[in-house]
């Protein structure tokens, strides 16, 4: 190879490179990698960039921001009175799943989105817990100020499929009710 086919090759791929930088950037300034959701009271937002792969919850009042870093989109709530969020970090494998609740007024005060809480699924009604091979939140809604209705989607190793769901207590962090649908 030539000297002056090595710099148009170089010529060619630094192009390529500036051009894709180019588009992420208008991309992330047109809002189109990003997913937002404004609390009830109207006084927070919380938004997940995919670009960057990282969550952002910001006090319209003050303009504090405070956040983390998730490699999956979230889908986000908000309970009635906007101290809590929850997300989920999306599906997981066997019997664990990760459900972010966060106390917003604590979020800010400590400087980090979460206090990282795992909810280890003990599947009840007969579902070997060594059988299990993907759970994911399919849904995800608070019931009042004070406690969250979590659905997941269960598949099986042998292909069969459940829908498992229970309401938990954000406070004190405890589960309400269960029921496993298969």
């Known amino acids: 190879m030539t000297k002056k086919t090595s710099l ?77 969020l929850a997300f989920s970090c999306g599906t997981t494998y066997g019997n664990e799943v990760r459900l972010i609740i966060a106390d917003v007024e604590n979020a800010f005060r400590e400087g980090k989105l979460w206090e990282e809480k795992w909810i280890w699924i003990n599947i009840p009604l007969g579902i070997e817990q060594n059988d299990i091979s993907k759970t994911r939140v399919k849904n995800l809604k608070f019931m009042d100020n004070d406690s969250i209705f979590v659905e997941l989607d269960i598949t099986c190793r042998s292909g069969d499929q459940a829908s498992w769901w229970y309401t938990f207590d954000v406070v004190n962090w405890s589960v309400i009710e269960i029921s496993l649908d298969e």
Do not use: H
Request: charged share 15%; with cysteine.
């Open 8 to 84: 148009e090759l170089l010529g060619i791929v630094v192009v390529g490179v500036v051009l894709t930088l180019m588009c992420m950037f208008l991309l992330d300034k047109l809002g189109y990698n990003v997913n937002k959701s404004v609390s009830p009271n109207k006084e927070y937002q919380v938004s997940y960039n995919r670009l960057r792969q990282g969550i952002v919850l910001q006090s319209f009042e003050t303009g504090a921001k405070t956040g983390c870093t998730s490699g999956i989109i979230p889908a986000f709530c908000w309970s009635p009175n906007s101290k809590y």
